[in-house]
């Protein structure tokens, strides 16, 4: 099955960016629902179906090290000319630890192996099928503050391609786990 694992904004943070986005949405982009909004940590792609209990296991053994957190989105940038993003502010050292020690969980377990360059905490807004000019948008959203949350959990999610509507992604949560949880 295909996973990822993420930690998700809470509603009143996805409320406040959503309210900020919603005069950019055009029909250029591919805009992400805000229902689907979330940071993620590691993408494992295919895992066989009889590694996922020793996956859970590693992850709740992950998040347990690692303690709450402080963020915020805020910022803008653009990966080439297909995908703008929102960035994120706060523990961002300690959340780039989380994301090392979840990409390991996941690579004990048959899950892609880790990518080399450095994690870069961010949310994806929108997307295209070919270059265009991200300009705008990015300049729409570079200013962008939202409110602080604490992010206290991670959850593994199954991704399955093209089942969701308009043949988007459909996200399916499979466990969360509380970080920094002694239990």
Do not use: K, N
């Not at 809470?10 to 409320?15: F, G, L, R, T, W």
């Not at 990409?103 to 961010?122: D, F, K, S």
């Not at 949310?123 to 200013?143: E, F, H």
């Not at 996200?171 to 002694?182: I, K, P, Q, R």
């Amino acid at each position: 099955m295909r996973l990822f694992v993420a930690l998700s904004p809470p509603p009143d943070v996805v409320a406040h960016l959503d309210a900020v986005v919603g005069p950019l949405r055009d029909d250029v982009l591919r805009w992400s629902r805000a229902d689907s909004w979330h940071l993620t940590l590691a993408f494992y792609g295919e895992v066989a179906d009889r590694r996922v209990d020793e996956l859970t296991v590693r992850l709740a053994r992950a998040a347990r090290r690692h303690p709450s957190m402080s963020l915020r989105l805020a910022g803008a940038g653009r990966f080439g000319g297909r995908a703008v993003w929102v960035g994120c502010t706060g523990d961002t050292a300690a959340l780039r630890r989380l994301a090392a020690s979840v990409a390991a969980a996941g690579q004990r377990v048959g899950g892609r192996a880790a990518e080399v360059r450095p994690y870069r905490a961010h949310l994806t807004m929108a997307r295209s099928s070919r270059p265009v000019d991200l300009g705008p948008y990015v300049a729409g959203l570079r200013g962008y503050e939202g409110p602080t949350w604490v992010a206290d959990d991670i959850v593994l999610v199954r991704s399955y391609l093209g089942a969701g509507e308009d043949r988007r992604a459909r996200h399916e949560t499979l466990s969360a786990f509380a970080l920094g949880s002694t239990g």
